[in-house]
């Protein structure tokens, strides 16, 4: 079965850091693009970040450019969206989700499967 987890949320005041991670199991990760989404209470997901399979090109929503950093590792098998600098707001749910190619997509339904998700709260 495939399946993605992710781990990392949590708590942070604003202007703090936190470090997400996606691990996947049950098919080759390496030859997807991947991407994580954000998703508010009653609002649709959104793209924050993506990159492509081997990592050559990546996408950063504006809202998030200069602050976050989404990396890939094949070889190490790790896989992750470091965000800076964050900022006050409502929880939301952030998710990885892997992409139908080695090329990512920017709309939602481009990609078919989908982690549960790690909360992400940031406030004073």
């Known amino acids: 079965q495939e399946k993605l987890v992710e781990s990392g949320g949590g708590l942070v005041q604003p202007g703090g850091s936190l470090k997400l991670s996606c691990a996947p199991s049950g098919f080759n990760f390496d030859i997807y693009a991947m991407g994580w989404f954000r998703r508010a209470p009653g609002k649709a997901s959104k793209l924050v970040a993506a990159?492509?399979?081997?990592?050559?090109?990546?996408y950063y929503t504006d809202a998030v450019k200069g602050r976050f950093n989404i990396s890939r590792d094949n070889d190490l098998d790790t896989r992750s969206l470091e965000m800076n600098d964050l900022r006050p707001g409502r929880p939301a749910l952030y998710s990885c989700?892997?992409?139908?190619?080695?090329?990512?997509?920017?709309?939602?339904?481009?990609?078919?499967?989908w982690g549960q998700g790690t909360q992400v709260t940031v406030t004073s």
């Open positions: 989700a892997k992409s139908g190619g080695p090329r990512f997509r920017r709309t939602p339904d481009s990609y078919d499967n």
């Open positions: 990159i492509s399979s081997n990592g050559d090109s990546s």
